[in-house]
């Protein structure tokens, strides 16, 4: 049995949900230097704030627009949450009801990229104990610019957007040990090649390549990116094939979730449905929402959070698709074993 050295993953992760309004979020435990936020109770855009590109610099998941100045939104990351500076429907429309995931990095600094064409500026905040990293960086339009994750490990999952460009979320799914394929966080599609983004190239413990595509890597253009390594007790980042029954599979992580966002990876016309451990208190996992949609959260009897893993108990071919393997990404609550020999329990 694998030990974690991550006794408490809530130090580096964790859901929260809060009502809209002049509230400020101050129920963590670290100060976060990446938020997502979604409004449950009706339609509107996935909010998604880091450190790095700043406070009221707004993304959202399910749209290919460009970077937003937004004042009356997230205003500044403390050390137990963040500020709101109104009731922006981003992060805080005046009652309505929302869930905010939240990650930690911390250690700061900045460098010039490497490999292909001219070298360009980046910074970043990481955190190699919970295998987490931001990076912001120019582009140069040439395959093989690589860019620096900071993590000391292979990371599983990168997800880049670029800040001043309408253009598609890519994910590089190294979890599926597959540098041909990419998915789109925006979007429905199945995996797709890799060559124009990343360069149909496996990330190293090191860098991320590039490919020429202005998705990742336009001429001077900023872009920002997430980048994710396995940690044992805290992260597992992998695939699944499931069997189309009421009666799913099992699928280990060694902790029992917090979050975890599954996509069908060969399978279009299938969301990124996202669960948690804040919305649903007890089995089953019924509600999600939706990285690639606005709407407000639906209800499904989708999956079991278990002491050691997580439990399909929907036959949807959206989570449950039998034939094409399924990505998932999943961050803890408690690890089965921590290194102080205390086990998670069941809900």
């Known amino acids: 049995m694998a030990y974690s050295s991550i006794v408490k993953p809530g130090d580096y992760f964790e859901a929260t949900t809060y009502t809209g309004g002049a509230t400020d979020v101050s129920s963590l ?30 993304l959202s998941s399910n749209d290919t627009a460009a970077e937003s100045t937004r004042g009356g939104s ?72 690589t860019i620096p994750h900071h993590l000391g490990a292979v990371p599983k999952i990168i997800i880049v957007k670029s800040t001043e460009l309408t253009e598609s979320w890519a994910v590089h799914v190294g979890a599926l040990n597959d540098p041909e394929k990419i998915l789109f966080l925006n979007g429905t599609d199945a995996g797709t090649n890799a060559s124009t983004s990343f ?22 253009g900023e872009n920002i990116a997430y980048c994710f390594a396995e940690k044992t007790g805290y992260s597992k980042f992998g695939t699944y094939t499931g069997n189309g029954s009421t009666d799913g599979p099992f699928i280990y992580t060694g902790f029992k979730p917090a979050f975890v966002m599954i996509k069908a ?27 690639n949609l606005s ?53």
């Open 29 to 58: 435990s670290f100060q976060p230097d990446f938020v997502w936020a979604k409004k449950r109770s009706g339609s509107e855009n996935h909010g998604l704030f880091d450190a790095v590109r700043g406070a009221t610099k707004t």
């Open 265 to 291: 990876s060969g399978f279009a016309g299938t969301d990124w449905q996202i669960y948690d451990n804040k919305r649903n208190t007890f089995n089953s996992t019924n509600n999600y929402l939706r990285a």
């Open 74 to 145: 997230l205003t500044s990351f403390d050390s137990d949450g963040w500020s709101m500076g109104g009731s922006d429907g981003i992060i805080s429309a005046s009652g309505s009801t929302y869930v905010g995931w939240a990650w930690k990095a911390g250690t700061t600094g900045s460098g010039t990229t490497t490999g292909s064409g001219t070298g360009k500026a980046y910074s970043y905040s990481v955190n190699t104990t919970a295998g987490f990293s931001i990076i912001k960086y120019d582009g140069n339009s040439t395959a093989g610019h």
């Open 199 to 220: 360069n149909t190239t496996t990330p190293t413990s090191s860098v991320f390549t590039l490919g020429s595509s202005d998705r990742t890597n336009a001429s001077n």
């Open 295 to 347: 709407n407000a959260e639906a209800a499904g009897d989708d999956i079991d959070f278990l002491s050691n893993g997580f439990k399909i108990r929907t036959s949807s071919g959206v989570i449950n698709n039998n034939t094409y393997q399924n990505i998932y990404m999943a961050f803890a609550e408690a690890p089965l074993v921590g290194s102080n020999g205390v086990t998670a329990k069941a809900r």
